[in-house]
């Protein structure tokens, strides 16, 4: 039904836009109004809710010419922006087939099928479109190459994503070095997985050139160090991974215990976290920090020190779980804690998650691209 009154809305629009049209050549002919019989079929098919018939009425009321392509332009974008957008491919597409509309005209239709085929998904279709925008050369180059950016993103062609990334810099001016050290940090990732080393390498000295500060580059750089057995460097970059953000502990926080062991240092590592309690810093941090001094130290008070100083239910479920595993209790100590354990741990989530700060989208694992709102580093740590 809400579709149904959207589109009675936009029709009440288009009826009066053919109105304003038919009053200007009454006007110069002085011939009497005359009430569009077609509009009533429209109005009538809306209201048996045969939408599809009432489109096409609609469509065919307002021929498309250089008056009112514009109206057209409208309607197909509001059929793309309510979740429409086989109706919307199909207005626009009438659009560019019309021989008579100007040049700029037919760009413009152009570029709204291009958006069409990006919202339906349907990747192939958009690319092709707006790279013939972008052989165009006129004002809508901006917007194709940022859609074009958009899919590369999507479908993870990250070669293609830094081309045009570095065009976008080149034609708007734009500051684009965080997008192409990701890119490239992607690469690296990747070949990582590949087990090509010397790739990932490659890749990842591109991303540092660009980016030098960035957090993701130095965390993939110690990563690298941590495969070859150079543990020193590994430890260096993990720290400075800390220094830069303390929410990543939990990320390194393996890696810099690992790479203190390896080093025959396994006690300078407990230290070292334990150090960072003169951090300003999240609760959540140091709950994941304390429960590995924990497994290492089997400090209780130490961990349930933290728990006073950041009280969290995440925490509780922690204590809790060491309790229940670590400690001598009875049996029906035991299962009252689980219990107990339970409800604290579905309450505080179970476990660390994160959480996108600019549109809310959840994840279980570190994103760095945003898959619902599609932004870098937006990507945050959260521990009830």
Same mark, same amino acid.
């Given at each position: 039904?809400?579709?149904?009154?959207?589109?009675?809305?936009?029709?009440t629009l288009l009826f009066f836009v053919?109105?304003?049209?038919?009053?200007?050549?009454?006007?110069?002919?002085?011939?009497?109004?005359?009430?569009?019989?077609?509009?009533?079929?429209?109005?009538?098919?809306? /209201?048996?809710?045969?939408?599809?018939?009432?489109?096409?009425?609609?469509?065919?009321?307002?021929?498309?010419?250089?008056?009112?392509?514009?109206?057209?332009?409208? /309607?197909?974008?509001?059929?793309?922006?309510?979740?429409?957008?086989?109706?919307?491919?199909?207005?626009?597409?009438?659009?560019?087939? @019309?021989?008579?509309?100007?040049?700029?005209?037919?760009?413009?239709?152009?570029?709204?099928?291009?958006?069409?085929?990006?919202?339906?998904?349907?990747?192939? @279709?958009? *690319?092709?479109?707006?790279?013939?925008?972008?052989?165009?050369?006129?004002?809508?180059?901006?917007?194709?190459?940022?859609?074009?950016?958009?899919?590369?993103?999507?479908?993870?062609?990250?070669?293609?994503?830094?081309?045009?990334?570095?065009?976008?810099?080149?034609?708007?001016?734009?500051?684009?070095?965080?997008?192409?050290?990701?890119?490239?940090?992607?690469?690296?990732?990747?070949?990582?997985?590949?087990?090509?080393?010397?790739?990932?390498?490659?890749?990842?000295?591109?991303?540092?050139?660009?980016?030098?500060?960035s957090i993701r580059a130095n965390l993939?750089?110690?990563?690298?160090?941590?495969?070859?057995?150079?543990?020193?460097?590994?430890?260096?970059?993990?720290?400075?991974?800390?220094?830069?953000?303390?929410?990543?502990?939990? *990320?390194?926080?393996?890696?810099?215990?690992?790479?203190?062991?390896?080093?025959?240092?396994?006690?300078?590592?407990?230290?070292? /976290? @334990?150090?960072?309690?003169?951090?300003?810093?999240?609760?959540?941090?140091?709950?994941?920090?304390?429960?590995?001094?924990?497994?290492?130290?089997?400090?209780?008070?130490?961990?349930?020190?933290?728990?006073?100083?950041?009280?969290?239910?995440?925490?509780?479920?922690?204590?809790?779980?060491?309790?229940?595993?670590?400690?001598?209790?009875?049996?029906?100590?035991?299962?009252?804690?689980?219990?107990?354990?339970?409800?604290?741990?579905?309450?505080?989530?179970?476990?660390?998650?994160?959480?996108?700060?600019?549109?809310?989208?959840?994840?279980?694992?570190?994103?760095?691209?945003c898959p619902s709102c599609k932004k870098?580093?937006?990507?945050?740590?959260?521990?009830?």
């Amino acid at each position: 039904m809400f579709n149904l009154f959207i589109v009675i809305i936009v029709a009440t629009l288009l009826f009066f836009v053919w109105q304003l049209i038919r009053l200007k050549f009454i006007k110069q002919t002085k011939n009497k109004f005359k009430f569009p019989r077609d509009y009533l079929v429209g109005i009538n098919y809306l /209201l048996n809710e045969q939408e599809d018939k009432a489109l096409e009425v609609f469509i065919n009321l307002l021929e498309v010419d250089q008056n009112t392509v514009e109206t057209h332009l409208a /309607l197909g974008s509001l059929f793309r922006r309510k979740g429409e957008v086989n109706r919307a491919i199909r207005i626009h597409q009438n659009i560019i087939a @019309r021989p008579q509309l100007s040049q700029e005209q037919r760009l413009d239709a152009l570029l709204a099928l291009g958006h069409d085929y990006l919202n339906a998904g349907v990747l192939d @279709r958009a *690319e092709r479109v707006f790279l013939d925008l972008l052989q165009a050369k006129d004002g809508h180059s901006h917007s194709a190459l940022y859609s074009l950016l958009d899919i590369y993103q999507q479908e993870k062609s990250w070669r293609k994503a830094i081309q045009i990334s570095k065009k976008i810099q080149d034609v708007t001016g734009k500051e684009m070095a965080k997008f192409i050290s990701h890119h490239y940090c992607e690469l690296s990732e990747s070949a990582i997985e590949g087990g090509d080393i010397t790739a990932a390498i490659r890749y990842l000295k591109s991303a540092l050139a660009i980016q030098h500060n960035s957090i993701r580059a130095n965390l993939l750089d110690a990563r690298i160090f941590e495969i070859l057995g150079k543990h020193k460097k590994a430890l260096s970059r993990y720290k400075k991974v800390v220094e830069n953000d303390i929410i990543f502990l939990p *990320e390194v926080i393996k890696g810099i215990l690992n790479c203190y062991e390896q080093c025959d240092k396994k006690e300078n590592g407990i230290e070292y /976290l @334990r150090s960072l309690h003169s951090i300003d810093s999240k609760a959540s941090v140091f709950l994941l920090a304390t429960e590995e001094i924990y497994s290492l130290e089997h400090d209780f008070k130490f961990i349930l020190s933290q728990l006073e100083i950041y009280p969290s239910l995440f925490g509780l479920a922690k204590i809790l779980n060491i309790v229940i595993n670590d400690c001598n209790i009875s049996e029906e100590q035991q299962n009252n804690l689980l219990s107990l354990g339970e409800v604290a741990s579905k309450l505080a989530g179970a476990s660390k998650k994160y959480f996108c700060n600019h549109c809310g989208f959840i994840s279980k694992a570190l994103l760095w691209y945003c898959p619902s709102c599609k932004k870098w580093d937006s990507i945050l740590l959260s521990c009830n």
